[in-house]
């Protein structure tokens, strides 16, 4: 039987090249990576493939004959030399293009690996971190591609970042202060037990459209995991939980002795203060010699298993320079289509502005204009819109630069709730630092008054 051809977005991080060096050989792998990579001759694990996944036309590209997907992405970390905008909302925007390319290359299932969500509690109430995993799981979901969210807690294997930053406390502290968030109840899972899991969801069709928990053979807390560690590494610890850390100070005293940005640190601290344990299902049931934690971290410790190496980049390649991504999430209580909004945007700056900015308009161009002086050029290209998503390249204009490639889009969202406004790849004419203190500023608060402007239309 020929193998199925599985995509893997976030193929370059600890799952995404685990899963490939333990499955290559049951699938056949096309790997996703933003970087172009060149593969040693005879390397046959995966077809790695060059692909920009806040591109639509790129990202289908990147999946074209692939029969299953594993989404991995998190957007923690900066894809331009400017990223305005949360990691939520660039998430969201990731995982609508994904769902959009996946469902019109034909993949028949997306496996995603989340978070574990709190037992009792409503989205609401979330920390940033797991409510941004949530709106994954349901954008996933939005184009009828079929989806199995594997919700997992910290994930113990080499290479795992959340289990790095455990491993370097204890090396480098001799006093463990430990906050409240440290005695919550969460369910860690090894490493080559998620791998398992993934495989066996993988193209089975009882798993298809559902969310389920997984985790390890026991639940444990941060504070008890701590103490195995250092005992593990034959460190004498002193572990006192206190009672007066805020989550403030906890990110930066975990940053600052991890070597870790607080960027990532702090969703994982965030989110420490809710009681993650999975849900029993028949999933686990399937795998009951799932190992505890101590077990998952005397095998990551003890280093006979390195993270497998990537294939090294393409030489060549020209790094983007003075390039800006603006992620914007606006209000949309009445759930009006990208194409309302974006029409919106261009007949509400010139009233917002008192005339002094307009929009001129001829055919599928629009020029804003400051006092008469065009600022910038859009092209609307209408073979890529719809009412779900309004596309416009970034053409021309005295603030944009020559060599600009940069797009404009308007986005619906998480059933039309929100709309995403995104500027990609735009390179300012500006210098860059009076960019940034100016024309970079400007945009943000515009979209943001535009946001409230939204949120109080009545019709």
């Known amino acids: 039987m020929s193998r199925p051809t599985l995509v893997i977005a976030g193929a370059t991080g600890f799952i995404g090249r685990w899963f490939i060096e333990r499955y290559h050989q049951k699938y056949r792998i096309i790997a996703l990576s933003r970087s172009a990579m060149e593969p040693a001759p005879g390397y046959d694990k995966a077809e790695w493939r060059q692909v920009e996944l806040y591109s639509i036309t790129s990202t289908e590209a990147g999946v074209a004959g692939a029969d299953l997907a594993l989404y991995l992405v998190h957007s923690m970390s900066p894809s331009a030399r400017l990223s305005q905008g949360s990691f939520e909302d660039t998430d969201v925007l990731l995982a609508d293009n994904f769902a959009r390319a996946a469902r019109n290359q034909g993949i028949r299932q997306i496996v995603f690996v989340g978070g574990l969500l709190p037992e009792d509690e409503v989205p609401e109430d979330y920390s940033r971190h797991l409510r941004s995993r949530r709106e994954v799981e349901l954008t996933l979901a939005s184009t009828g591609v079929p989806v199995t969210t594997l919700r997992a807690g910290i994930i113990v294997g080499p290479g795992g970042s959340s289990f790095q930053m455990i491993e370097r406390l204890v090396n480098r502290l001799p006093v463990l202060v430990c906050p409240a968030w440290c005695q919550s109840a969460t369910h860690p ?271």
């Open 189 to 459: 899972i090894e490493l080559f037990d998620a791998l398992q899991i993934i495989d066996y969801c993988l193209d089975r069709p009882s798993t298809f459209e559902r969310a389920i928990d997984i985790g390890g053979s026991e639940v444990t807390t941060y504070m008890e995991m701590l103490a195995t560690v250092a005992e593990l590494m034959d460190k004498r610890r002193i572990i006192q939980p206190v009672s007066f850390f805020s989550p403030g100070l906890s990110t930066l005293w975990v940053s600052t002795f991890t070597d870790t940005p607080t960027d990532l640190v702090t969703p994982l601290v965030e989110s420490l203060r809710h009681r993650m344990v999975a849900r029993d299902n028949e999933v686990l049931q399937a795998f009951p010699e799932r190992v505890n934690f101590r077990s998952a971290a005397q095998r990551a410790l003890a280093g006979n298993d390195r993270l497998p190496p990537l294939p090294p980049r393409r030489a060549g390649q020209q790094i983007e320079r003075n390039t800006v991504r603006s992620v914007q999430r606006l209000p949309n209580p009445r759930r009006h289509t990208a194409t309302y909004v974006a029409r919106l945007y261009q007949r509400w700056l010139p009233v917002f502005f008192r005339a002094l900015v307009g929009v001129k308009t001829e055919g599928e161009k629009s020029t804003f204009q400051f006092m008469g002086i065009p600022l910038l050029r859009l092209a609307f290209i209408p073979s890529r819109s719809d009412n779900h998503r309004q596309l416009f390249y970034i053409v021309g204009g005295l603030l944009t630069a020559p060599d600009n490639k940069g797009w404009l889009e308007f986005r619906s969202v998480l059933g039309g709730r929100f709309i995403i406004s995104a500027v990609h790849n735009f390179v300012p004419a500006l210098p860059w630092y009076l960019y940034v203190l100016t024309q970079a500023r400007a945009h943000k608060w515009v979209m943001v008054r535009f946001g409230r402007y939204l949120a109080k239309l009545d019709h």
